[in-house]
């Protein structure tokens, strides 16, 4: 059984898949490979375009799915 977790962060989005019985990881992904843009349309404020985060979220699951070749019926959650 296969976990799948994300880390959304100001720079990236990295994923990452996790061995339930025994904790191994057995691949981190990120994109982009440059940081993400910061909107600061005003002093003192830094936004963010969640439509960006959920972009890379995708591109770093492909590249991660194609690294470690688990079928994706095979992950039992997402957090």
């Known amino acids: 059984m296969y976990l799948l977790g ?3 962060g100001s720079s990236s ?3 990452a898949i996790v061995e339930v ?3 191994e990881s057995l691949g981190i992904a990120h994109s982009p490979k440059k940081a993400m843009k910061i909107i600061s349309s005003q002093a003192g404020w830094a ?3 969640p439509e960006i985060w959920w972009k890379h979220m ?3 699951t492909v590249e991660l799915l194609k690294s ?3 079928p994706p019926e095979q ?3 997402i957090g």
């Open 21 to 23: 019985s025994t904790g």
């Open 75 to 77: 992950i039992s959650a």
């Open 6 to 8: 994300y880390d959304i």
């Open 58 to 60: 995708q591109l770093s």
């Open 13 to 15: 989005v990295k994923a």
């Open 68 to 70: 470690v070749s688990i």
């Open 47 to 49: 936004e963010q375009d």
